[in-house]
């Protein structure tokens, strides 16, 4: 997971990586994936297993979440841009990994640990420390995507274990019911003290609601605010044949990408978001046809709505300077991939780049970034992928790090202007 990093005793580690450092040689096909012209990517290292998300410390360590166990830290001892030390620690599934204030915090699909990272050391030698227990964990949207505020408060998202809250869900006529109960303890995000052991989903404060899914979360220090993109709903043609059809089932809706602030309802599971018509819709569980739309202003209008079923899965605001200018302060969007698009090929499998403006606030459009990681311009389906991205943290010399959840690649992309 991608954040500004406020650990400071990690910067004069033994091994040192700093941004003074040179940049690496590249590779001559820039690890399988096509970038803008003068920038270029090294695979820092391949074949780890499924990659989650990934943090960087100030002396170039990764630390990467495995989707199967554990964490995967990664040190390049000679500068030459790839990982020569790799090494395996802890245990647990689970998506979350963030550097903070000393501390590497991490998540499983129910709890979030930490361990204390000692200055030189690669693997933490201590134990973990359990910082928040029994979170939902029900199966379907239950990774626990987490970040910090500049209020040093640690920021955690609880999914929704459903399409959209139907009966029976995501099949044919399904009828929506009372989502009040089931929203107290899912579909929000919860804040909690970050030094505190032990805590539970009722410690924390209940800082959003009416959510699906948010895995690509983070806090933009420019804006000084939480951001996220949502993951938009599937099957309208499966629950509502009569109102869409194959070809809107695959194009709607929106992947959505919002500012949270404590107290923000972003609609669901009552509403989704037409990019075509850009308008909220009422969902068809809740009485919708596809033209009915939402009342007007009771929830928020996405900052961008990108493509539908991209599954956008990181963010981090870019605030290095080694990229160009127009890229400062901008933020890059992982998108692991579309697997509902059929008939027709799935979309997706790239990395967006949001223009924002210089209050840190996005001006409501993008552009692809990164391509090539699905290997072909048209796939049936995600496992015909060759790489899909997932994690996207910064370096402290300004190059990205972008991970892979198919078979677990990671790249380092950086700028030349060559």
């Not at 959505?256 to 602030?261: A, F």
């Not at 009342?295 to 300077?321: N, R």
């Not at 990205?400 to 677990?408: E, F």
């Amino acid at each position: 997971m991608s954040r500004p990093l406020f650990c400071s005793f990690l910067a004069a580690p033994l091994v040192t990586l700093a941004a003074s450092a040179a940049l690496p040689k590249p590779d001559t096909d820039n690890g399988g994936i096509t970038l803008p012209p003068g920038f270029h990517a090294v695979v820092v290292a391949d074949n780890l297993g499924p990659l989650r998300h990934l943090t960087v410390a100030p002396n170039g360590d990764v630390y990467a979440k495995s989707r199967e166990s554990g964490l995967i830290a990664l040190r390049d001892s000679d500068g030459d841009g790839r990982a020569d030390i790799v090494k395996r620690f802890g245990s647990g599934s689970g998506t979350g990994a963030v550097l903070h204030d000393g501390w590497l915090y991490y998540s499983t699909n129910s709890r979030v640990y930490r361990y204390r990272l000692t200055p030189g050391e690669l693997v933490p030698s201590g134990e973990p420390e359990l910082i928040v227990k029994d979170l939902p964990d029900e199966g379907q949207h239950n990774a626990k995507s987490f970040t910090f505020g500049t209020d040093g408060a640690l920021y955690v998202e609880v999914g929704s274990p459903s399409n959209a809250f139907g009966t029976p869900d995501r099949a044919p006529g399904a009828k929506g019911g009372d989502p009040t109960e089931f929203l107290k303890t899912h579909g929000g995000i919860w804040r909690f003290d970050p030094d505190k052991a032990g805590q539970t989903q009722s410690d924390g404060l209940h800082y959003t609601t009416g959510q699906r899914h948010i895995v690509a979360l983070t806090w933009n220090p420019i804006a000084n605010a939480l951001f996220g993109v949502q993951h938009g709903r599937d099957q309208l043609h499966t629950v509502a044949p009569q109102y869409f059809d194959d070809e809107a089932s695959a194009e709607l809706p929106a992947e959505e990408m919002h500012v949270l602030r404590q107290g923000s309802n972003l609609g669901w599971p009552f509403t989704y978001y037409d990019p075509m018509r850009k308008q909220r819709m009422v969902a068809p569980e809740y009485g919708g046809d596809g033209k009915k739309a939402a009342e007007a202003g009771k929830y928020p209008e996405p900052l961008v709505a990108f493509p539908a079923h991209w599954a956008p899965l990181d963010i981090v605001f870019y605030t290095a300077k080694q990229y160009p200018e127009k890229y400062h302060g901008g933020a890059f969007v992982t998108f692991q991939g579309s697997w509902n698009r059929a008939p027709k090929p799935q979309k997706g499998y790239n990395v967006a780049f949001v223009p924002c403006d210089e209050h840190g606030m996005p001006r409501g459009t993008y552009e692809i970034f990164a391509d090539g990681f699905a290997g072909m311009k048209e796939i049936p389906s995600p496992g015909d992928a060759r790489f899909r991205p997932c994690g996207i943290a910064l370096g402290p010399d300004g190059s990205l790090y972008v991970s892979d959840a198919q078979k677990g690649r990671l790249w380092r992309i950086f700028y030349t202007g060559d």
